[in-house]
């Protein structure tokens, strides 16, 4: 019994992420209606009340999903790298050049920090610094890169990172702008490194 209402809250809960993701990727988080959304779902706003207080939770609970998955594509980036420094660039420009894909740029990089404030604030920041922070120290004790306080440079890769992103994002001309944002954070990344060759 405990199982089967388990069973049924994780399937509402779905489906309202998938209804309202639906929405605000294709009208943006605004002009998304409660009403349309909970009645795709074939729920009420009852349900949407009662599982995500109200229209900013369920935002909160999209991206929650949405960096969820990008954070899987980035592992699979990484670990189909080479070496450790190539799958820590690599990882690096896949998360700025994310910011292209429609729905990524519009729930993550524009609703996303309008609704629900500044993106290192977020709580998913904290493990993005320490993700960074690990990768950073493996490379250290490799010694692939300088001797660096990695919590320091993992938040300076990270604020750099998520700029980069919300600028791509907010561009006239996303394509130009994520070329020359993945150049120049290449460049950065490259003052890291010990061997350079």
Known sequence: MRRQRHDMVAETRAKLIA???????????????????????????G???????????????????????MTARLNRVSAA???????FVGECVAYIQMALE???????FRDGPAVLGDISQWPSTNGCIAALSDSLRQLKAE?????????VAARLINGASSHAALWI???DAPEETSR???????ALLEGLRVDKK
Request: glycine share 10%.
């Open 19 to 45: 209804a309202a993701r639906q929405a605000f990727g294709a009208a943006g988080y605004a002009e998304a209606s409660m009403d349309d959304f909970t009645a795709g779902a074939g729920l009420t706003r």
């Open 143 to 151: 010694g692939a890169i300088i001797d660096i306080d990695i919590e």
């Open 169 to 171: 994002a907010n561009s």
């Open 81 to 87: 790298a080479p070496n450790r420094w190539e799958g």
């Open 47 to 69: 349900a949407l009340y009662h599982h995500f207080g109200d229209k900013k939770g369920l935002l909160q609970a999209v991206i929650h999903q949405i960096d969820a998955e």
């Open 102 to 108: 429609p729905e990524i740029q519009r729930i993550m």
């Open 180 to 186: 020359r944002a993945v150049d120049g954070f290449r």
